[in-house]
């Protein structure tokens, strides 16, 4: 894939990267009229040959103008993967690879955003399990501790209130 797509030459076009039918058909040796008339024949959605498959024309050796087409990488893609031979048998082996690398990549993001997703769960359930107990000591704390504690503190005072009264006297 590597030599095909640096022997390719592709250009930027219109803001967008293009190939020429005649660097495919130089790359994938076939004869341009081949690859012309194969582009012709696709048999794709009117709107996809549209957007992927642009016909233009350039100025031979003879200086003569010529059609030709610029094709974008899903038109490339949708004509190399009709070739035969060995190049494009390279081409289909490094697509279905790259293909292959880039949902590794995909699974690996998806797994790293699940293992992030159940360390924020966890974390979340421990910080509710946290305010949860919060709020259960703070309920028993107003309903029965400090109702306790205020009484034992009030009843404590009143016994040592006689004990003050008769220590200032002293």
Do not use: W
């Amino acid at each position: 894939m590597t030599t095909i797509t640096k022997d390719l030459g592709i250009i930027i076009e219109n803001k967008r990267p293009v190939v020429s039918s005649r660097d495919v058909a130089r790359v994938f040796e076939k004869e341009h009229f081949n690859v012309i008339r194969d582009i012709k024949n696709l048999e794709c959605d009117e709107e996809f040959n549209a957007i992927n498959f642009e016909a233009v024309d350039y100025t031979d050796a003879k200086g003569e103008k010529r059609p030709m087409y610029e094709m974008t990488k899903n038109g490339f893609s949708f004509i190399a993967m009709g070739f035969t031979g060995k190049q494009a048998a390279q081409f289909k082996e490094s697509y279905i690879n790259a293909f292959d690398e880039m949902s590794s990549f995909i699974n690996s993001q998806n797994l790293t955003l699940i293992a992030q997703f159940n360390k924020a769960f966890l974390e979340f359930e421990r910080a509710s399990d946290i305010a949860s107990q919060a709020g259960r000591n703070l309920s028993l704390y107003g309903r029965k501790i400090k109702p306790l504690a205020a009484e034992k503190v009030a009843e404590l005072e009143r016994q040592i209130q006689p004990l003050l009264f008769v220590e200032d006297m002293a």
